[in-house]
């Protein structure tokens, strides 16, 4: 049963409020290209891929069907198939190891690291075998991972990075923004991304003019030319609505980013005004340099998410779980005999506790407040059932 009407509710992301802030905008754009009637590749994707790339500051991106082609088109540029390990953190979207199963090869789960959610490096190196050909750090929920210690791994170990950029557009680690610093990411503009196309897409970045060049013909039949097949590709292109649609919406990136880094800031200020507690088992999200987090998820963990998110549920707050099982423990990848519960301790864990509050750049001050107020409320609650005693402030830091 609601408490509250639907006017006081806070959905978990609202795109029709950014649509109507931009309509004007989208609507020519739109127009432009059904007028110019040039629905596949040409003048709108060029146009988006030299912005995409000017913005990450990469020398080239190439425009793709989706994020998960976009991963499974460098393995294959890369000729990883049968035969070759990938290593991926077990928290991730499905599709980051989809992909390299899509080409053929074994994904290998690593663990992930608690504070940053992100892949741990001393886990990815015990993963290292002699077939391991590539590793895939994500940078999930839009925090850029601190790339340092998993780029020496794999220049120690010769192994390439592709880098899993689908949540993290706009983030920087140490200034450089995320697909910027020479090597291979992968973007998605699925519609809930904080850059999201109309429908699907994706994009590869990257400083490699032959890598480049091999995607290009990749995602067009193998072909460099019009009915010139130099390999067996796919079709995986951006077609010329989505991709005008993505140049709107680029221009207004770094703001929608910015106000959703407000909203984290805002959301960690209610945090710290929660009262002791002990059986709710609250901790917000790890600290993030500045503009090293796009916010396009806001994970915070509950040690008992269940009746949290029912009590948020039940007064008209939306939430997610991303994501609610470890990639080793889905059923596809335990079909295929992988390791069990307790081959990623952390992700298993994590899985458990995470919570994702309403997160989108339109959220009102007001919507922010009621979320913390109604977690506020939760936490007083629980505090009344256990002796004052057993009280711990709320935790800051992952355990
Ligand atoms: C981390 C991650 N990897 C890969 C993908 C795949 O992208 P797409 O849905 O565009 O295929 C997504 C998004 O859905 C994602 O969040």
Redesign the pocket.
Known sequence: MLHHSNELSVPFLNLKTQYDSIRDEILDAIQRVLESAHFVGGEWVEEFEDAFARYVGARYAIAV???????QLVLRAWRIGPGDEVIVPAN?????AE?VSNVGATPVFADVEPQSCHLDSDSAERCITPRTRAIIP???YGRAMEMKEIVGLAERKGLAILE?A??AHGARDRGIRVGGAGRPA?F???PG?NLGAYG???AITCDDARLAETLRMLRDHGSPAKYHHAVVGTNSRLDSLQAAVLSVKLRSLDEWNRKRALHAAEYLRGFSRLPAIEGPGLIPPAPAAPSSHNFHLFVMRATERTQLRSFLAERGIESGIHYPTPLHLTPAYRAQGYPGVGSCPVAERLAREVLSLPMFPELTAEQIHRVTATIEEYANRQNDRVPSTHRTQVQTAVA
């Open positions: 069907g989706n994020g998960t082609d976009a991963l991730s979207f499905f599709a980051t992909a994500v940078h999930l899993d689908c949540q992968c998605s503009f699925y991304k699907d897409g994706g």
